[in-house]
């Protein structure tokens, strides 16, 4: 059973940190490039960010380029978004997803709340 488990959400002033992080089982972890998405109240799905299967490239939205980091550790099966400089806007819950399909069917994470507020 594909499983992925995201964690590190909670609340943050403005400008703070957070790293969250999304550990997965029930797949080879390794053999996909992956993505965090986030959906804020009223709205829908926004990608934020993804990696390619080795770790070698990454891509951000611009909405969270220069302030937010994805990396991953294959041999720990976890997928890591370290979050700087917080706005009120990246409040949101974030997921973590493969960007392909696992054995056939799309899969994203129990995810985690980032609440940005003062």
């Known amino acids: 059973e594909v499983q992925l488990q995201a964690s590190g959400g909670g609340l943050v002033q403005p400008g703070g940190s957070l790293r969250l992080s999304c550990t997965a089982s029930?797949?080879?972890?390794?053999?996909?490039?992956m993505g965090w998405v986030r959906q804020a109240p009223g709205k829908g799905p926004e990608l934020v960010s993804t990696?390619?299967?080795?770790?070698?490239?990454?891509s951000y939205a611009d909405s969270v380029k220069g302030r937010f980091t994805i990396f991953r550790d294959n041999a720990k099966n976890t997928l890591y978004l370290q979050m700087n400089s917080l706005r009120f806007e990246d409040t949101a819950v974030y997921y973590c997803?493969?960007?392909?399909?696992?054995?056939?069917?799309?899969?994203r994470g129990q995810g985690t709340l980032v609440t940005v507020s003062s």
């Open positions: 029930g797949f080879t972890f390794g053999n996909y490039d």
């Open positions: 997803a493969p960007r392909t399909r696992v054995n056939g069917r799309d899969y």
């Open positions: 990696i390619t299967k080795s770790g070698s490239r990454t």
